[in-house]
């Protein structure tokens, strides 16, 4: 398990204070959960996983803010928790720290039902999953080991109800919400004068992680590159604070990385069925460009090559080559081609 970076306190322009917290998020990847501070009520922004190492590691990040940095706040004076967007890792720790706070709970349109009505959409999402693995050419055992890997298990969270949901511009007090979809739905960016918490939308080190439009709409690469170019359009932000990895100081140089890291993987996939010499499942692509990969790393390599096969279809790229099982009333994998 890597270890946890420290307690950091940012300052923006107007005076607001920001308190990097560290927990852990998965096997290898640690996450960021931010405090807020003179931008309106005391506000939380994501929660963590929900398991209790996570839990802890926020716990102890209010008393190291309190302790090493004199901020009179303990978590039952949190006013406020804000989801960027609905994976586990970043709302898991929501229904206890609602227990905990009293605090208004708020998310985006798009992501709030799988917040407030979890076991729906828990369901829904692992049905829309099956059917993606299944089209990928995945065979059945593996199928049942990703999915299980991911976390949309029935029952592992408790839903929450969202108190107010956002849109596109609204503000929170001192936040100013940005929706950005592409990894997920109702994924948003937070402006603080001259600080965005960017969720998973910008991160420091690596691209953020792709989704097809076949199993949520409003995610895929599409939606991603235009979000990208939404924030880079943003006069005036000097610092971005992920949910994952370091901060980020350079934002127009690190969105021209992210988008070339994108394009850079569209010419992977093209080379691979150029080379391959014959049409190619999602997951034989996905077993090219990320050899040997199981569980919870399997299902992040067959999405993020799901949504470039998709973007590539959509624009005209790619093509299905074994149309003709399909109408022949077979369910078959899907095959593709460089058209």
């Given amino acids: 398990m890597p270890q946890l970076p420290s307690v950091k306190r940012f300052v923006c ?18 996450g960021r959960v931010y ?9 939380l922004v994501d929660t963590g996983t929900g398991e209790p190492e996570s839990l802890r590691h926020v716990l102890d990040g209010f008393d190291t803010v309190r302790s090493e940095f004199g901020e ?15 994976h586990v890792d970043h709302f898991g ?4 720290l609602k227990e905990r706070t009293g605090a208004e709970v708020a998310v985006h349109a798009l992501d709030s039902r799988l917040i407030a009505a979890y076991e729906e959409r828990a369901v829904l999402t692992n049905h829309a999953l099956e059917r993606f693995l299944k089209q990928a050419g995945v065979a059945p055992a593996r199928r049942t080991e990703v999915i299980a890997a991911f976390g949309y298990t029935p029952r592992r969270l408790r839903s929450v109800a969202v108190d107010r949901v956002v849109e ?11 929706h950005t979809p592409g990894h997920s739905p109702g994924h948003v960016c937070l402006r603080i004068d001259d600080v965005l918490l960017a969720g998973d939308h910008i991160l420091a080190r690596t691209a953020s992680q792709q989704w097809p439009e076949s199993i949520a709409p409003y995610t895929g690469l599409g939606h991603y590159l235009e979000s990208l170019e939404k924030i880079r359009a943003i006069e005036g932000i000097e610092l971005v604070l992920g949910g ?4 980020v100081r350079e934002l127009p140089g690190r ?8 394009l850079r993987r569209l010419d992977r996939v093209q080379d691979i069925l150029r080379r391959a010499g014959r049409p190619l499942t999602i997951e034989e692509i996905a077993d090219r460009m ?12 067959l999405t993020d090559v799901g949504s470039r096969v998709e973007y590539l279809d959509q624009r005209g790229r790619l093509a299905v080559a074994n149309l003709d099982e399909a109408e022949a009333g077979a369910t078959p994998a899907w095959r593709y081609r460089l058209a």
């Fill in 255 to 262: 969105i021209e990385e992210i988008r070339h890291t994108h």
């Fill in 168 to 178: 596109d511009g609204d503000a929170l007090d001192g936040l100013r919400v940005i």
């Fill in 72 to 86: 009179p706040v303990r978590l039952a004076d949190v006013g406020r928790i804000v989801i960027t967007h609905a």
């Fill in 290 to 301: 990320y050899s040997n990969q199981h569980g919870f790393h399997a299902m992040l390599a």
């Fill in 93 to 96: 720790g929501l229904a206890h």
């Fill in 35 to 43: 405090l807020v501070l003179d931008a309106g009520p005391p506000t």
């Fill in 13 to 30: 322009q107007g005076g607001a204070r920001v308190y990097r917290i560290p927990c852990h998020a998965f096997p290898g990847l640690t």
């Fill in 244 to 247: 994952h990895e370091p901060p």
